[in-house]
């Protein structure tokens, strides 16, 4: 049996009086894309907080590798191969792609003789890695990551961390702010990381985009696991419908009619 690259048992996440999430469990497998739905406010980021070490749970365990674990920063959740990339991706627009490519990088494999200084090889590792995934217009390491689109910055920053040997993804929205085209880049992207072993939790709003890559949904509302499925399982209809929290778009439909009934009286 394999074990899970990452397994959440029970985790709650209080802020004061405020409780972001209540008993959750997720895991993700090599070479699987769990797919994490949620409305605003559902709590997918503090959940992927605790994951990637910026949270400890308030109660609950975590495991990696199926070992108990307590993450104390972002920084060991890196070393231990779990790799957040965030909507943003934290690229800088007049940074070179090269430099981007090694800028805070924590390897977790030897990599060779590799200096730091070395621009040339960053270059040319950052191209390559590029290229190997699909993004054959950049030519040079030296091209400035501002004349790269949204969909390819998603692409430099999943490579750099596979490059750097991460184990799990974990990708917060990495298709939300784009067009069809680049939403296309992405998610071949990220089929490619499945194909090399890599466990993905990908975060949306976009049902379509979750149904075109997902292995498994897990969708939260309120802090807790509503539903949890498997591909094929549901219609997109229900998904939405789930997403909005249940019963969420029959208050809705509920509040329209009687705003409906007022406007006529
Ligand atoms: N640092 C924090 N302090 C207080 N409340 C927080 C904090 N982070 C999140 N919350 C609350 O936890 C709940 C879940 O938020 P969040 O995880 O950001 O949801 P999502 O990412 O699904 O929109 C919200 O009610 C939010 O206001
Ligand atoms: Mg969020």
């Not at 995934?133 to 030296?142: L, M």
């Not at 549901?234 to 009934?261: P, Y």
């Amino acid at each position: 049996m394999t074990t899970a690259l990452v397994t959440l048992k029970s985790v709650s996440k209080r802020f004061g009086n405020i409780v972001a999430l209540t008993d959750v469990s997720l895991d993700v497998y090599p070479g699987e894309i769990v797919c994490l739905l949620g409305d605003n406010g559902a709590g997918k980021s503090t959940l992927i907080r605790i994951l990637s070490g910026y949270h400890g749970a308030s109660t609950g365990r975590m495991l990696i590798n199926g070992v108990p674990t307590t993450l104390s920063s972002p920084r060991q959740a890196r070393q231990l191969g779990i790799a957040t990339v965030h909507q943003d991706v934290g690229t800088i627009p007049m940074m070179s792609v090269g430099r981007n490519f090694f800028v805070g990088a924590e390897p977790t494999r030897t990599i060779g003789p590799f200096r730091w200084l070395d621009i040339d090889k960053a270059n040319t590792i950052a191209v390559e890695q590029m290229r190997m995934f699909g993004i054959t217009r950049v030519n040079s390491g030296d091209q400035l990551v501002g004349t790269l689109s949204g969909g390819e910055r998603q692409v430099l920053a999943i490579a750099r961390a596979m490059y750097f040997g991460a184990k799990v993804l974990i990708l917060d929205e990495p298709t939300s702010a784009l067009g069809v085209k680049e939403a296309a880049k992405v998610l071949i992207m990220v089929k490619k990381a499945r194909e090399q072993g890599v466990g993905i939790i990908f975060i949306t709003h976009n049902a379509r985009h979750a149904e075109l890559v997902g292995d498994r949904f897990v969708v939260l509302a309120h802090g807790r696991v509503l539903a949890r499925f498997g591909r094929n399982e549901k219609t997109r209809d229900e998904v939405l419908n789930l997403m909005a929290g249940g019963e969420a778009i029959e208050h809705l439909q509920a509040e329209l009619s009687a705003f409906e009934d007022d406007m006529r009286a």
